[in-house]
């Protein structure tokens, strides 16, 4: 008799009829605006390479020279054999970029939110986190044994209502910017909250850093704000840096503190070397190529202009991350082949990535691609919904 605990096959055809069952593409070449996926050319609308640093010739260069000086593996964790000088150059400049005391660094941003989350706060505490939180901020709440709650999304009375209701440490969690609907944080009145009520603030700026700010800081310094008012900054290095790993920012005390108590950073092997050493050269390029973030915000203001002609429903973002709302996954899903058959790939982002009933099409924006490749876009949107 078969063992029932491995009988899979009947919910994986529920997911299917219910257009939520999820299939991954086979993608040839470097990362860029122009890939072939599944054998067929198509122009890439769906990447968080925001500033197109991926595939940039210094990065690519300064990663293979490091492979030559440090070789692929970094053999441990940061704290056995694992950290080397080019981990610790970077941390230095990140904490430089964000104003910060020192940086630390993760191998992955999941692992970073449930590190840092779980090593300030436990049973007793309080976790209040927004309702449209990435997936890893809300399981980093959830492992994290405090008191989970969560307010109603960009809502800060109802943020203060559940604020008030506590006596334990509380520690407030929000992305930065969305990064399904691409909204940002109110990040002053959440750093004024958890001043009067004695809170700790962790703010994921993931999609924020290179593409919000002046230089690029994201929404700290889109905002205007400090570390103090901020302390806890993670941002993520696979998105507009076009690399890999993630970061966490702040005080001196702080990053001491998860040196000894973040489980993610202590238990796993670091990021290799080589990887530094190509974000060192992401970070230069990201401050020094400002060009990079006009360009971006030109086309995402060109793409807008025109799907409100057509009518398209378009969510309140001004960022790289363009969500089209379709509601029902199935149709969703549809629009994204028939957008693949035309030779653009568009990502079909369903539940319980997102609420119920708000099935979209994730648009996002880079650097590297051109006004004729957002107009055409436009066009195969407006046949690929009729």
Request: hydrophobic share 45%; glycine share 8%.
């Amino acid at each position: 008799m078969q063992n029932s605990f491995y009988a899979f096959a009947e919910p994986l055809e529920h997911l299917k009829r219910q257009g939520l069952y999820r299939r991954r593409r086979l993608v040839e070449g470097p990362q860029s605006v122009l890939l072939t996926v599944d054998g067929q050319p198509v122009v890439n609308f769906c990447s968080n390479d925001y500033l197109g640093l991926a595939n940039h010739p210094q990065v690519v260069a300064a990663f293979q020279t490091a492979v030559n000086d440090y070789g692929v593996g970094s053999g441990s964790a940061h704290l056995i054999c694992g950290h080397s000088r080019a981990h610790h150059a970077l941390e230095t400049e990140l904490a430089e970029f964000t104003n910060r005391q020192r940086a630390l660094l993760f191998s992955t941003g999941y692992m970073a939110n449930l590190g840092v989350i779980s090593a300030l706060v436990g049973r007793g505490d309080s976790v209040l986190e927004d309702r449209l939180n990435h997936a890893s901020l809300l399981d980093g709440g959830l492992l994290s044994r405090a008191n989970f709650s969560r307010y109603r999304h960009l809502d800060s009375a109802d943020l203060q209502d559940k604020l008030a209701s506590f006596r334990q440490k509380a520690l407030i969690v929000s992305d930065g910017v969305f990064s399904m609907d691409g909204d940002l944080a109110d990040l002053p009145t959440l750093a004024t909250l958890a001043a009067d009520h004695h809170a700790g603030l962790l703010i994921d700026d993931a999609h924020g850093f290179g593409v919000l700010g002046a230089n690029g800081g994201g929404i700290v310094e889109h905002f205007g704000l400090t570390q103090t008012e901020v302390p806890i900054l993670m941002g993520t290095l696979g998105k507009a840096f076009g690399t890999f790993g993630a970061f966490v920012a702040g005080s001196e005390e702080l990053i001491e503190m998860l040196i000894q108590k973040a489980r993610s950073y202590v238990f796993t092997t670091a990021l290799p070397a080589a990887v530094a050493e190509a974000t060192r050269v992401s970070l230069r390029l990201l401050q020094t190529e400002t060009w990079r973030r006009d360009k971006l915000q030109q086309l995402v203001a060109r793409f807008r202009s025109g799907a409100q002609q057509q009518g398209l429903q378009l969510m309140e973002s001004f960022t790289a991350i363009q969500p089209v709302l379709i509601g029902d996954s199935q149709r969703a899903v549809d629009i994204s082949n028939a957008l693949l058959r035309q030779g653009f790939w568009v990502s079909a982002i369903r539940p319980p990535t997102v609420p119920a009933g708000t099935a979209r099409l994730r648009i996002t924006f880079s650097a590297d691609q051109d006004e004729q490749q957002v107009d055409a876009l436009l066009v195969a949107l407006t046949q690929a919904m009729q």
